[in-house]
């Protein structure tokens, strides 16, 4: 079976099967048609899946957006970081607060259908979907927490997570879509409308405050605060050279599993390093736009070393309600994942390293690493 999930998820599924077909036919005109031969079967499925979702789409339009439209979204809470820092970690952890909710993979997945569709479609897809993650063996299937960046990716077509599914134009979709500078005013309000929707149907469907994680949000703060002006922020670093390393071995793992094109490996030491770089000048440009009381800056070794007492500074930190009521959950969370073993990397390459040292100098020095 875990063959089989691989087999599916490397060449038939895809993240972005929760498209609408208008969407997905302006995706592929966009990219000229080009899918590789060896693709055809996934961008078939994607074809089939995108013609049911926008009926189920229309549907659930209907049946919910008065109710979505007048629900009052609670100030959601955004965990900030670049690949690789923790932000999964610390995902996972605040899930098992019962005050907080989150998106899950399946919802992520389907962001226009899951309030219709979520009861009866998970129970049958998750026999079907990857046990743990490729790249790092965490715990995954339908129910745990997922990025928000997925959904937003399959709901507007306006992410550069578009680059792994069409790599001829990585490029252009980094470009674009990471900070959004270069974007349009309408694709920026777009983009915005897409993430008080998606928060506007977890918070109908839950009825608490929203923990939600992305990357690359991390380069968005003006956007975020555009959509929740009392957003509440969590950011994680990390030593950039292990950040390099782990980042690397991700997307060897992961692009597999989104791709349209066949793309060129030997891009992604430079599009890694350029993704950082403009990433944490945005980051460190924007973060004091930020009211005071409303971001928390947390070192991943601190949270490896000491999760409980992190988490708790993070609460008071920011004002959120006692950590207190939430502790026993974590520490049975904690106790259940106790024999998880980290990935291991062999050192870097000195040039390689130089050029991290070259190109990320100035986050070594604004979050405190040896360079």
Known sequence: ?????????RWIVSPLQGVTLGSWLRLLAANRFRVGLRFWPRAALTTLAAAANSWQARHESRRYDLAVAATEVAAPLFILGHYRTGTTHLHNLLAQDERFAFVNYYQASFPLTFLTTEDRRARLGAPWTLRKR????????????????????????????????????????????L?????????????????????????????????????????RVPLLLEAFPDARFV???????????????????????????SGDATTLESRILRRYRRMYEAFLNDRTSIAPGRLVEIAYRDLDRDPLATLAAMYAGLDLPAFTAAQASVARYLESIAGYEKNVYRALDPGLAGRIRGQWGFAFDAFGYPR
Do not use: C
């Open 235 to 261: 950011h994680l670093h990390r030593d950039p050279y292990l950040v390099f390393q782990s980042t690397a071995h991700m997307e060897r793992a992961i692009e597999p599993l989104f791709r349209f094109q």
């Open 179 to 219: 900070t959004f500078a270069s974007a349009s005013d309408d694709e920026r309000q777009r983009w915005i409308a897409s993430l008080r929707r998606l928060a506007g149907k977890l918070t109908l469907k839950h009825e608490r405050t929203l923990v939600l994680k992305s990357p690359l949000h991390t380069a």
């Open 1 to 9: 079976m875990d063959r089989l999930r691989m087999f599916l998820a």
């Open 134 to 177: 490729p790249h790092d063996n965490v715990a995954l299937d339908l129910r745990v927490p997922a990025e928000d960046e997925l959904a937003l990716a399959a709901d507007t077509s306006l992410s550069p997570h578009l680059g792994w599914h069409f790599p001829a134009r990585a490029r252009y979709y980094d470009d674009r879509y």
